[in-house]
């Protein structure tokens, strides 16, 4: 049986919730592995709107098993609310259709006073995050020092490790001109959420590996995009955790080999929130053409999405990082109207012509895009179901998309309900 791992391929926001739903009929698991509350997933279901932080977007199908694996950093005071807020809309959680590793570390609050507090200080520093403790939570995690799920359950355990995280964040707080953490009010708050997240708790990579065994279709729930990636994103103005498809194994407990289909899910524009450069941005009326038509503005913080041209540099280069074997593309209805539509075809650098972005920040902001006409359509694509429905126009600029990328579209989108989606090849296909 064919697992699928989906991935944003550009700086996040491409529609990875709502692809990951519509695929999410075809799948038995759904799981998230990296990431945390930091994502934004939106799904639109006759006309009904979901949005989902840290739940995998397959809750919302119903009988489908979604696991939170330990790629990812939770914050269990925002499951709890996300899940009743999720449960009003009609949609039913139980430790039969949600696990989380146990193995996953917990975001606390002091993590995210820490990640506000570091982004108020000074303006160098600024990285534009969401301010929801990601960032620390996983420094935390690397420093051998974070509180994980499994030590929810043993009052011993949640002591000692709770006093391993103060020594460290006490003394950092009084650098930062923070007053220490209350320790009994957190281990207080502690053992009070405890008993609303054990029972979600399982050995997930056994669970994974069972289901893998017994020919269940797994489908892996990226967040944020490549260029977010902290390898090999836009560093320092990226998340903090390993966002490509290679992160999938490792972040549930699962051997490279179980990955069968990597579908990167690509903008038909681009758009990034939060700071760093961005070759393509654009500052005049097109951008806020973009903007508009593309209703971009964040999930997470409601702030303005920067949007820009589509950059197939960019995406062949995600493209190659992630394996990626098709692309989903989004968002393609947002282009209808625009006399002509450009691509970032290459970047010149200093007179020199560059076919990929360099590591080298000072290099990153003299890349200057070198774009490609393409004629644009009057017609509307919103909500085709087929190619047939496109106008000519229209389907050139996906090919052309699909040749300066070097890789073919395997599903496109053209509104942001589930089933105003066309598929041209199917991930799960063995
Ligand atoms: P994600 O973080 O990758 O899941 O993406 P978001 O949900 O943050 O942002 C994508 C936004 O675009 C959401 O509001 C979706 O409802 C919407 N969307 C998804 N696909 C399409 C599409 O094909 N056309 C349009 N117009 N909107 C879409
Ligand atoms: P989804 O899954 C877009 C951005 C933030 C900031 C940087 C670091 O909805 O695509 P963080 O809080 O993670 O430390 O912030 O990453 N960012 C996202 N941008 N979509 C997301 O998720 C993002 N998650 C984080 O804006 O620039
Ligand atoms: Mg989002």
């Not at 759904?30 to 709107?49: C, E, M, S, Y």
């Not at 917990?106 to 200080?121: M, N, S, V, Y």
């Not at 355990?157 to 006093?163: A, F, I």
């Not at 707080?173 to 959420?193: E, K, Q, T, V, Y």
Request: some cysteine; charged content about 25%.
């Amino acid at each position: 049986m064919a697992n699928v791992v989906v991935v944003g391929a550009q700086w996040g926001d491409e529609g990875k919730g709502k692809i990951v739903d519509w695929l999410s009929e075809r799948a038995d698991v759904i799981a998230r592995f990296q990431g945390g509350h930091n994502a934004g997933h939106t799904l639109v279901i006759d006309g009904k709107v979901y949005k989902l932080n840290a739940l995998p977007s397959g809750v919302v199908r119903g009988g489908k098993l979604s696991v939170i694996g330990n790629g990812v950093v939770l914050d269990p005071w925002h499951l709890v609310k996300e899940i009743a807020s999720i449960r009003e809309q009609g949609v039913e959680i139980s430790p039969d259709v949600l696990m989380i590793a146990e193995n996953t570390p917990l975001i606390l609050p002091f993590h995210g006073e820490l990640d506000r507090a570091r982004e108020g200080q000074n303006s160098v520093a600024k990285i534009g995050t969401t301010g929801r403790g990601i960032g620390p939570a996983y420094e935390d995690k690397v420093g051998r020092r974070v509180i994980r799920v499994a030590d929810l359950a043993d009052e011993a355990t949640l002591e000692l490790r709770v006093d391993r995280a103060l020594v460290h964040h006490n003394a950092l707080r009084n650098g930062l001109g923070l007053g220490p953490i209350d320790r009994d009010a957190l281990l207080a708050d502690l053992r009070a959420i405890a008993p609303e997240i054990l029972p979600y708790a399982a050995p997930v990579w056994k669970v994974m590996n069972e289901a893998r065994k017994s020919g269940k279709r797994i489908l892996f729930e990226g967040a944020q995009g490549s260029l977010l990636d902290i390898d090999f994103g836009t560093y320092p103005f990226v998340t903090s955790s390993n966002v490509i498809a290679g992160q999938a194994a490792t972040g549930v407990g699962l051997g490279p080999n179980a990955i069968d289909f990597v579908l990167g899910i690509v903008k038909a524009y681009t758009t990034r929130v939060g700071e760093g450069p961005f070759p393509t941005e654009l500052f005049d009326g097109d951008g806020q053409r973009l903007g508009e038509r593309g209703r971009e503005f964040g999930t997470v913080t409601g702030r303005k999405r920067r949007c820009g041209w589509f950059d197939a540099v960019l995406v062949r280069q995600t493209c190659a990082i992630s394996g990626i074997n098709g692309i989903a593309l989004t968002k393609l209805d947002v282009l209808d109207g625009f006399d002509t539509i450009r691509i970032c075809t290459g970047y010149d650098l200093d007179g020199t012509m560059l076919d990929y972005l360099p590591t080298a920040a000072d290099q990153q902001a003299r890349c200057k895009p070198v774009y490609e006409e393409i004629e644009g359509w009057k017609e509307s694509t919103e909500g085709a179901r087929s190619w047939a429905d496109l106008p000519g126009a229209a389907i050139k600029y996906v090919r052309r998309v699909e040749e300066l990328i070097g890789c073919p579209v395997a599903m496109l989108s053209t509104s942001p309900e589930r089933d105003d989606t066309i598929l041209v090849t199917d991930p799960f296909a063995d």
